[in-house]
């Protein structure tokens, strides 16, 4: 399963750039900008696959974390995760150990980047094995 494919299947048809492998954990993850146009700020999103790690665990700002679902698998949801305004992830549960981390950074709007965030890990979410 790669993180490249999973992510351009889940925004495709949305002016998302084909994704790019992350240069620290190249066959992890991956990420993908959408450019500022006009009044919309640019969008970075990252998908990270991790093995052997919890959903819950090193949740990098767990005072602005909360545990959520999407699409009904378990997940926390996190603003502000480097405690930077425009930010938040989604930490999905992939049973038995395993979990699929999406990042989204926009402006500095939170709020919207979180409604953000959570629309795209509801379209990864099914791309990923089922719990």
């Known amino acids: ?3 490249c494919s999973i992510i351009d299947q889940a925004l495709a048809g949305q002016g998302y750039p084909k994704a790019e492998p992350l240069v620290a954990n190249p066959k ?8 500022t146009a006009g009044d919309s700020p640019g969008v970075d ?3 990270s696959l991790d093995s052997g790690r919890g959903y819950k665990e ?3 700002n767990p005072s602005q974390a909360s545990d959520g679902n999407v699409n009904g698998r378990p997940a926390v949801i996190e603003r ?8 938040c992830d989604v930490w999905l549960e992939v049973k038995p150990d395993s979990r699929a981390f999406v990042l989204l950074a926009s402006g500095s709007d ?3 980047a979180c409604q953000l965030v ?3 890990a509801a379209k990864i979410e099914p791309l990923l094995p089922k719990n």
């Open 118 to 120: 959570e629309d795209v």
């Open 45 to 47: 999103i990252g998908l």
């Open 1 to 3: 399963m790669s993180p």
């Open 110 to 112: 939170t709020a919207k």
């Open 80 to 87: 502000e995760p480097m405690n930077s305004p425009g930010q």
């Open 28 to 35: 992890t993850g991956c990420r993908t900008t959408k450019p």
């Open 58 to 60: 090193n949740v990098g």
